[in-house]
């Protein structure tokens, strides 16, 4: 099944919070819905989920009108959404029956999460007394328990650690492999990178951005020479009129072509001894910079 959006609108007073939005998510896809806050991205989700009507346009699953009576949906909210009073079980099988399945059912799926996901020791303590990134863990089960048709993860690494950070990565991997449909929203380029197949990039309401990640790259017209040297650059740089970015022991200078950076690498190694030196394409994270800054 698809998600599809055609044409969508809402405003909140005179402000017009998402401008005929259209976008897709086929089955099996993972697709990022990025953008600075503000940017329209939660309103649509909301649309999605249903907590918010648009005023103009559809959103369909399958060509039909979206329906949560008739999608199973697994949604990880940015804000934490748990009762700090229950433990961790009693909330899950609790969310678990929201969602249509058995107590007995809901115990035991919630189960394999919680030992999957390493917090079976906390099962006992009411989850307000647990840290950000362990209450991010039970929400993020109780997201998937219900073996939902579509995701959508809204900062899903939010509060968590490198290592637990892993171990959700290696979740959306499975989640991936599974063909299940997602629907990522992230300010962590690296994973929008890692695990999305196409991306929609969200400014005032539009996508100014949208397609897959390969070719919004090649599209963005600009690759990266990257040079480490055992001296300073600046002086030789400033000479061959290139702009440049210094990042740390690393010189960044931006080109339009593949010609233009092997000329200005073999310049340079004739000026001055080069430990590293390569050309790069330029991360996501760099062109969500140009392209939803002000």
């Not at 950000?132 to 998937?144: E, F, T």
């Not at 020479?225 to 650059?233: A, D, K, M």
């Given at each position: 099944m698809n998600l599809t959006i055609n044409d969508v609108n809402k405003h909140f007073g005179p402000y017009h919070a998402v401008k005929n939005l259209s976008l897709s998510v086929s089955q099996g896809e993972a697709v990022g819905l990025l953008g600075r806050n503000g940017a329209g991205k939660t309103t649509t989700i909301r649309m999605i989920l249903g907590l918010l009507q648009q005023e103009s346009g559809s959103i369909e699953w399958g060509g039909k009108s979206f329906s949560r009576k008739e999608v199973k949906l697994g949604y990880l909210p940015e804000e934490r959404g748990l009762y700090p009073k229950m433990n961790m079980m009693d909330q899950l099988v609790y969310f678990g029956q929201l969602e249509g399945m058995s107590k007995r059912a809901a115990k035991q799926e919630a189960m394999k999460w919680i030992e999957r996901l390493e917090i079976s020791q906390y099962i006992k303590k009411d989850t307000g007394d647990l840290s950000?990134?362990?209450?991010?863990?039970?929400?993020?089960?109780?997201?998937?328990m219900h073996d939902p048709d579509l995701i959508i993860l809204d900062e899903p690494f939010s509060g968590l650690d490198p290592v637990n950070a892993q171990m959700l990565e290696q979740v959306i991997e499975s989640l991936i492999q599974e063909k299940k449909t997602l629907i990522f929203s992230s300010h962590r380029m690296e994973s929008v990178e890692s695990f999305c197949d196409r991306v929609y990039l969200m400014k005032q309401g539009e996508v100014v951005l949208s397609g897959s990640i390969s070719d919004i790259k090649t599209q963005y017209g600009f690759?990266?020479?990257?040079?480490?040297?055992?001296?300073?650059?600046?002086?030789?740089?400033m000479g061959l009129q290139t702009e440049f970015i210094k990042k740390g022991k690393e010189y960044q200078l931006q080109v339009k072509t593949m010609d233009q950076g092997l000329y200005l690498i073999e310049k340079i190694k004739s000026l001055v001894p080069i430990r590293k030196i390569g050309i790069a394409d330029p991360s996501l994270n760099q062109i969500f910079i140009e392209k939803a800054g002000d």
């Open positions: 950000k990134g362990n209450q991010q863990k039970i929400q993020l089960i109780a997201a998937l690759k990266y020479v990257n040079i480490e040297s055992t001296q300073p650059l600046e002086e030789y740089l």
